[in-house]
């Protein structure tokens, strides 16, 4: 709402907006009593018509605290900055989208021949093949207003954390938690070909998944502990970790998150 931005920003230029209400006030008169047979004196301008600021001065010192106190109004905003995949199989195509308010550019790193590059509408779209780890970056300006940006990193297939957390659906019974992460953001094509644990992770899990028929596959990872068993599978979709809670743990107390490896790879047909 106008209210919140209007006192937000005062509260933020707060030194500032008193300087600009300050060279809205009149001097301060001080009036010292005279000696009889003397004429009083002042200290600062006497009081009289022509010592009031004029309309037109009064008008314009407004408008500059109203336009001061809107510019928070006036920031450039990143709406929407997405893209179809972020883990990319070679040769598939990568379709990013935006909104934004205010003025923007585009621009790939390393540049893709063919891409867009420079100033774009603050609405659209764009499409490009990425060879390589690649990062897509929109930066955004507005007139009187703070910029902004925002970016999207596009990985080739490689070695990828897969994580959950106790936002995931998570459950905790006899010193066991589960959580299940819904995992997206791969190519279609890209699957697991081999999970493992971090490097250093003690802790051991059961990683379980359905297969094409619906069918429950389950597999136990841990330090030194590889599986293939998702091979066939793509990396997208529901995934189930669940593990022994440790000395220390309780359902009340659990791990914040289950993290497992994904050694990935493409099979199969790009688009």
């Not at 006497?46 to 010592?51: H, M, V």
């Not at 540049?111 to 509408?121: E, K, S």
């Not at 590889?226 to 091979?231: G, I, S």
Request: glycine share 10%; with cysteine; charged share 20%.
């Amino acid at each position: 709402m106008p209210t919140v931005e209007v006192v937000s920003f005062v509260l933020h230029l707060d030194a500032r907006t008193r300087r600009l209400f300050a060279s809205l006030r009149q001097p301060t008169l001080q009036w010292i009593p005279s000696m009889p047979g003397t004429p009083a004196v002042h200290k600062g301008r006497r009081p009289s018509r022509t010592a009031r600021p004029s309309l037109w001065a009064s008008l314009t010192r407004w408008a500059f605290v109203a336009s001061a106190l809107a510019g928070t109004g006036c920031n450039a905003h990143v709406n929407k900055f997405d893209a179809s995949v972020r883990y990319v199989c070679p040769g598939q195509r990568v379709d990013i989208v935006w909104n934004v308010t205010g003025s923007a550019k585009f621009e790939v790193t390393p540049d893709v021949p063919g891409t867009v590059r420079g100033a774009v509408p603050s609405i659209g779209q764009t499409s490009f093949i990425p060879t390589q780890n690649t990062r897509a970056s929109i930066r955004v300006t507005r007139s009187f207003g703070e910029p902004t940006g925002a970016d999207i990193d596009f990985h080739m297939s490689g070695h990828e954390s897969l994580a959950a957390d106790l936002n995931d659906s998570p459950s905790c019974e006899g010193g066991v938690l589960t959580l299940k992460p819904q995992i997206r953001g791969f190519s279609p094509d890209m699957k697991a070909i081999v999970v493992t644990v971090q490097d250093g992770e003690q802790r051991e899990l059961d990683v379980s998944r359905l297969d094409a028929a619906g069918r429950p596959i389950t597999a136990h990872v841990g330090p030194g502990k590889t599986t293939d068993a998702f091979a066939t599978l793509p990396v997208n979709g529901q995934w189930i970790f669940t593990a022994r809670l440790g000395p220390g743990e309780s359902c009340t107390n659990a791990p914040h998150v289950l993290t497992v490896y994904a050694y990935t790879g493409c099979t199969g047909g790009t688009k």
